[in-house]
């Protein structure tokens, strides 16, 4: 567990699903976790910390270790409510709307695009920080990317993802936290800014 800004903390677990590691993140003050797995440390961890009381999915496919958090703290687990009819059986989610407070200084914002359910959760910790699930992954040069495996159209799919996030670069963060491909720390904005602007061609 790195603490990445004061009350913000960011792990990485391996994915036995998808055969990778994801990345996963705890606002302190909001008492929310994000897209969460395990950490290595167990759940003990949370012990010397504020105890967690919500999951908050990016999309339907990060429902990931959900369930243990919801049964040894009782979280609440939410996602956008269009995505309410993809989980399993046993897996309790709540929907929220774009727009809303999912937690203390956290907001629901629209992505889409890739699916209807894509959130962006702006979180007010430092100077702001964006959380985004599979819309974009980091690159092995460090740039953002969209993952065209996942789209039926990736031209028209990739348009309409850069036309989102030009209108994200509104929201007051200087940090990225993405589901794949860690954290960008300080220079997050500029790194959406870049892959938001470039070109469709």
Same mark, same amino acid.
């Not at 055969?19 to 994801?22: A, E, H, K, L, S």
């Not at 009782?74 to 687990?77: A, D, E, H, R, Y």
């Not at 990736?154 to 994200?168: G, K």
């Not at 007051?172 to 990225?176: I, K, R, Y």
């Given at each position: 567990?790195?603490?990445?800004r004061?009350?913000?903390f960011?792990?990485?677990t391996f994915?036995?699903?998808i055969?990778?590691?994801?990345d996963?993140?705890?606002v302190?003050s909001?008492?929310?976790l994000?897209?969460?797995?395990?950490?290595?440390?167990?759940l003990?961890w949370?012990?010397g910390?504020?105890e967690?009381?919500?999951?908050?999915?990016?999309?339907?496919?990060?429902?990931?270790?959900?369930?243990?958090?919801?049964?040894?703290f009782?979280?609440?687990?939410t996602s956008?409510?269009t995505?309410?009819?993809r989980? $399993?059986? *046993?897996?309790?989610?709540? !929907?929220?709307r774009f727009?809303?407070?999912?937690?203390?200084?956290? %907001? @629901? /914002? #629209?992505?889409?695009?890739?699916?209807?359910?894509?959130?962006?959760f702006?979180?007010?910790v $430092?100077? *702001?920080?964006?959380?985004? !699930?599979?819309?974009?992954v980091?690159?092995?040069d460090?740039?953002? %990317? @969209? /993952? #065209?495996?996942?789209?039926?159209?990736?031209?028209?799919?990739?348009?309409?993802?850069?036309?989102?996030?030009?209108?994200?670069?509104?929201e007051?963060?200087?940090?990225?936290l993405?589901?794949?491909g860690g954290?960008?720390?300080?220079?997050?904005?500029?790194a959406?800014?870049a892959?938001?602007?470039?070109?469709?061609?």
């Open positions: 567990m790195n603490e990445i004061p009350g913000l960011h792990w990485t994915h036995e699903g055969q990778q590691d994801v996963s993140y705890f302190e909001s008492a929310a994000i897209d969460p797995m395990l950490p290595s440390e167990g003990e949370f012990a910390h504020r967690p009381s919500r999951v908050l999915l990016t999309d339907h496919h990060h429902y990931r270790d959900s369930d243990r958090f919801s049964q040894e009782g979280c609440t687990v956008h409510e995505a309410l009819d989980f $399993g059986p *046993g897996q309790r989610v709540e !929907g929220f727009g809303n407070v999912v937690a203390p200084g956290i %907001v @629901a /914002l #629209e992505v889409g695009a890739l699916f209807p359910d894509e959130t962006a702006h979180i007010a $430092g100077d *702001g920080a964006l959380a985004l !699930g599979d819309a974009l980091r690159s092995a460090g740039s953002l %990317v @969209a /993952l #065209e495996y996942l789209m039926d159209d990736p031209e028209a799919v990739t348009r309409a993802l850069r036309e989102s996030f030009r209108r994200l670069l509104d007051d963060f200087d940090s990225l993405l589901a794949h954290a960008l720390i300080g220079d997050g904005k500029a959406l800014r892959f938001a602007e470039s070109s469709d061609s």
